[in-house]
């Protein structure tokens, strides 16, 4: 353990970012994913400057306004507006922003505090682990909707509560996750020989054992992520999300819903962006758990050898001379 830590840290950083820019090139997959997230984070970062209009901006002169290549369609509504002349391109563009704002919000709370008991629970076991482990199992046994729909209710949709509501709904997963992970490396050898030494429990932890934790928990942030966006989508389409004047894509699709067969483009838009937004950060997943995992790197480079032998085989019969 130690001595390949020694030799990923004598390796020298742009030797490394090359070698993680050419396994993104190779899977074409998770390159897209890449581009798809950074689209999306600069669209967000940018919002202000690249909309054409302000998301509360109405014009009852223009409202429920076709997209651009509909009849009727005008260029100053690429995308058409909504019931209240409220352009409908500027407030998908806007409505990144909460979306993102609230799934990295969401995954930092929960995840931190979600790994942090699993690896207590994990480490100490006895009492402490039947304790927090009782905690998630009573916790999981609640409908997640129905508690944050309540809670939402009783204190007020707001972000900062959206942002709590699914924090608290979603650190059990990590929970167990963790858990579970440090069971399986509790006894290994380099665990056992840092204890031997007399490295403290924190150390332990921390030093020696969530290194090695980083595949799965990097793999099911990702995948949260998505859930998450969902999830502040379904909150803010039931009315206890984000609330206006502010917008996101789920409030767009629940005011849009009313005029869905009259008007398409106010659902079709702010759907496309979710489905989007989950499909960027799936293929992405896909692309960290297999650069993260040995395993799957091994498997990866397996196939890649057998591939290319295929190929020199096929190359070698057509440059061999006919008898």
């Known amino acids: 353990m130690a001595a390949i830590t020694s030799h990923q840290r004598a390796t020298p950083p742009g030797r490394r970012v090359k070698a993680l820019i050419d396994e993104l090139w190779r899977d074409k997959a998770g390159f897209a994913g890449i581009l798809m997230i950074a689209a999306l984070i600069l669209m967000a970062s940018a919002a202000p400057l690249i909309a054409p209009y302000s998301p509360t901006t109405q014009d009852l002169r223009m409202r429920l306004a076709p997209p651009v290549w509909e009849p009727n369609g005008s260029w100053k509504h690429l995308l058409g507006t909504d019931h209240l002349g409220r352009d409908?391109?500027?407030r998908v563009i806007h409505g990144s922003r909460v979306s993102l704002t609230v799934g990295v919000?969401?995954?930092?709370?929960?995840g931190t505090f979600g790994v942090m008991l699993g690896l207590i629970a994990g480490y100490r076991g006895g009492r402490i682990d039947s304790f927090i482990m009782r905690w998630i199992d009573t916790q999981v046994a609640f409908p997640g909707l129905l508690i944050a729909l309540i809670i939402l209710a009783v204190i007020g949709p707001s972000m900062l509560t959206v942002i709590l509501v699914l924090s608290l709904n979603g650190w059990m997963v990590y929970g167990r996750l963790t858990r579970g992970a440090v069971l399986s490396v509790r006894q290994t050898a380099y665990v056992e020989a840092a204890e031997m030494v007399g490295c403290s429990a924190a150390r332990v932890v921390f030093r020696h054992i969530l290194p090695n934790l980083t595949s799965p928990l990097l793999t099911l942030a990702i995948l949260e992520f998505a859930r998450i966006v969902l999830a502040e989508a379904a909150l803010s389409f039931l009315g206890m999300g984000i609330q206006p004047p502010a917008t996101s894509w789920g409030l767009d699709?629940?005011?849009?819903?009313?005029?869905?067969?009259?008007?398409?483009?106010?659902?079709?838009?702010?759907?496309?962006?979710?489905?989007f937004t989950v499909l960027a950060i799936n293929l992405v997943a896909s692309?960290?758990?297999?650069?993260?995992?040995?395993?799957?790197?091994?498997?990866?480079?397996?196939?890649?050898?057998?591939?290319?032998?295929?190929?020199?085989?096929?190359h070698a019969l057509q440059e061999t001379p006919s008898s």
């Open 105 to 110: 919000a969401v995954v930092l709370l929960a």
């Open 287 to 314: 692309w960290m758990r297999l650069i993260s995992d040995p395993q799957e790197r091994e498997k990866q480079f397996a196939r890649q050898m057998r591939a290319l032998r295929k190929k020199r085989a096929s």
């Open 253 to 275: 699709v629940a005011t849009g819903k009313n005029y869905m067969f009259r008007a398409w483009w106010l659902v079709t838009f702010p759907g496309i962006a979710i489905s």
């Open 88 to 90: 409908v391109l500027s």
